[in-house]
């Protein structure tokens, strides 16, 4: 099971942490600084993983 997701945990957590950003700001649990600050942080991760991947 765990040989279908080899290779894209970090983008499966990018995401998860993309839709938490966004249903946090939304239900105003998160102030928009905090949304941005952790959306920020997920696509840092995912394309830092792209890079490290693809050699760049």
């Known amino acids: 099971m765990l040989k279908s997701i080899e ?3 970090t983008y499966l ?3 998860a942490s993309l839709l938490y950003a966004a249903s946090g ?5 998160l102030s928009a600084a ?3 600050q952790v959306a920020q942080a997920a696509i840092m991760g995912a394309f830092i993983r ?7």
């Open 13 to 15: 957590v990018a995401i």
């Open 7 to 9: 290779g894209k945990k």
């Open 34 to 36: 905090d949304a941005l």
């Open 50 to 56: 792209h890079g490290v991947k693809s050699g760049a």
């Open 25 to 29: 700001y939304y239900t105003q649990v």
